[in-house]
């Protein structure tokens, strides 16, 4: 059993930034892989960032430069650094957890992250 709990969201300004947050609790490991995906109105959810203890990647081209995933493992909290912020980078965003491996993790299928989060959302004004 697993807990994420997302927070950090809100209203901005294009040019903006926010911090999201992720709270893990219950029966997670440091060898799991955590994501961050996101979906915008009338679009498919998207794979954003995601990492393990050794690896780190951003999957969505439209936020690199941008866009930063980290964790601070001692607070169990996953984060989303977000600058320059996009009205296109509107959305609820969710946080996740996989137990598989970086290899098929790092795809970003929505299956392979078998923990979520209820959501955050957040809205960047033009």
């Known amino acids: 059993q697993v807990r994420l709990v997302e927070s950090g969201g809100g209203s901005v300004q294009e040019g903006g930034s926010l911090r999201l947050s992720c709270a893990a609790s219950?029966?997670?490991?440091?060898?799991?892989?955590m994501g961050w995906f996101r979906q915008a109105p009338g679009k498919e959810r998207e794979g954003v960032a995601s990492?393990?203890?050794?690896?780190?990647?951003i999957t969505a081209d439209s936020v690199k430069g941008r866009f930063t995933i980290s964790q601070e493992y001692d607070k169990n909290t996953l984060y989303l650094q977000m600058n320059s912020l996009k009205p296109e980078d509107s959305g609820m965003y969710y946080c996740?957890?996989?137990?598989?491996?970086?290899?098929?993790?790092?795809?970003?299928?929505?299956?392979?992250?078998?923990?979520w989060g209820q959501g955050t959302q957040v809205t960047v004004s033009s």
């Open positions: 219950g029966d997670i490991y440091i060898r799991y892989c």
């Open positions: 996740a957890a996989s137990p598989l491996t970086w290899d098929v993790c790092s795809l970003m299928s929505g299956p392979d992250f078998r923990s």
């Open positions: 990492m393990t203890r050794t690896e780190n990647r």
